[in-house]
């Protein structure tokens, strides 16, 4: 996914790595990321339905690009509503 986001990035367009498997994506440096903390595997944006939790999840993400961050640095967030 890291490969991908770094393709999108070489064209101009900042992305943001949502990721609940810190160990593995940190290994490969993403230019932007969060952890949504506690989340299962399969939930990355929450649950299904859980239409709070999901937006706040996005919103944490696109607030990460305005935000300076060097590559690899995974921000973790802890979201209430999961």
Known sequence: MVTVQ?????????TVLVT??????GLM????AIHPEGF???HSLGKPF???TQTAVV?????QLEN????GQIHTIRFSTY
């Open 6 to 14: 770094r393709a999108i990035e070489s064209q101009g367009i900042p």
């Open 20 to 25: 609940l498997d810190t160990e593995q994506s």
């Open 29 to 32: 440096r993403p230019p932007r």
């Open 40 to 42: 299962e595997f399969g």
């Open 50 to 52: 859980d239409k709070e």
């Open 59 to 63: 919103k944490a993400a696109l607030a």
């Open 68 to 71: 300076k961050q060097e590559p």
